[in-house]
Nanobody, 122 residues
């Protein structure tokens, strides 16, 4: 049973901002790495950002300086603040979590949430 619920997507103009949320169960949230991914039409799923249980973050080069991943331990929720959005950021955004960075890096998960659509267009 999937316990990842992404929300916050929408249609935004280039240069705009959105904040995505990923609500999950405590057992998933407690895993060492939490991550945001995205998948654009016709393209493979891409790792966008990660955050460890200690708060260390890492970003794909394509979003570095524009996106910020954070988490609220009390709410078992991970966020992705997206600023200076570009049309190439258009995708369905997903979150997931694991203890292994190797698994996080390749996104090898059997279960995903429904994702949230982000469309950047004028």
């Amino acid at each position: 049973q999937v316990q990842l619920v992404e929300s916050g997507g929408g249609l935004v103009q280039p240069g705009g901002s959105l904040r995505l949320s990923c609500a999950t169960s405590g057992s998933i949230f407690s895993r060492y790495y939490m991550a945001w991914y995205r998948q654009a039409p016709g393209k493979p799923r891409e790792l966008v950002a990660t955050i460890t249980s200690g708060g260390t973050t890492n970003y794909a080069d394509s979003v570095k300086g524009r996106f910020t991943i954070s988490k609220d331990n009390a709410k078992n929720t991970v966020y992705l603040q997206m600023n200076s959005l570009k049309p190439e950021d258009t995708a369905v955004y997903y979150c997931n979590a694991d203890w292994s960075y190797a698994k996080i890096r390749v996104g090898d998960f059997g279960s995903w949430g429904q994702g949230t659509q982000v469309t950047v267009s004028s």
